[in-house]
């Protein structure tokens, strides 16, 4: 072995760990990647079901609009979006519940319609149930699924 060559192979080893080192650094946590339509919807879910404003929010891009079940006025900007679920908190015991979803998958975009279930849940028991329809538009931005459109309302009384 040259005298060169043995000084530069510890030099591109090192160079080539660091390389290596940086990629897995940059690279998504697994549980946040939402990486399919239905991780997103499941995301949603899990975010609302905490009742962290802030998940919930985060989940929607910049640009979306959003009709909330109980909103008198469309949301179009993120700051109206969060004025929506800002007090998402004081009702700690509210949970979703998916019933059905039906997916389109038209490239990077995808639109989930269905029916899902709010209720007040405490020790198991669920009271004050409210069925609700839902369509959910998502986009594929830069590898991750975010809401860019969503719509939901009451299930009339029969």
Not at 52 to 70: E, N, S
Not at 140 to 146: F, T, Y
């Amino acid at each position: 072995m040259t005298t060169a060559r043995r000084l530069l192979s510890p030099l591109i080893g090192a160079t080539l760990l660091l390389i290596a080192s940086a990629h897995v650094v940059a690279q998504p946590a697994p549980s946040s990647a939402r990486t399919t339509p239905g991780e997103a919807l499941q995301a949603w879910v899990d975010a609302f079901n905490s009742r962290d404003p802030k998940r919930i929010v985060a989940l929607y891009a910049p640009a979306a609009v959003f009709w909330g079940t109980t909103a008198k006025t469309i949301a179009t900007t993120p700051a109206h979006v969060w004025d929506y679920f800002k007090d998402a908190g004081q009702r700690p015991a509210t949970r979703v519940m998916i019933e059905s979803s039906h997916l389109r998958l038209f490239g990077d975009v995808a639109v989930i319609s269905g029916a899902y279930t709010f209720a007040d849940v405490t020790d198991g028991q669920r009271s004050n149930v409210r069925p609700a329809r839902y369509s959910i538009v998502l986009q594929r931005i830069e590898g991750v699924w975010l809401i860019v459109d969503h719509h939901s309302s009451r299930v009339p009384d029969p």
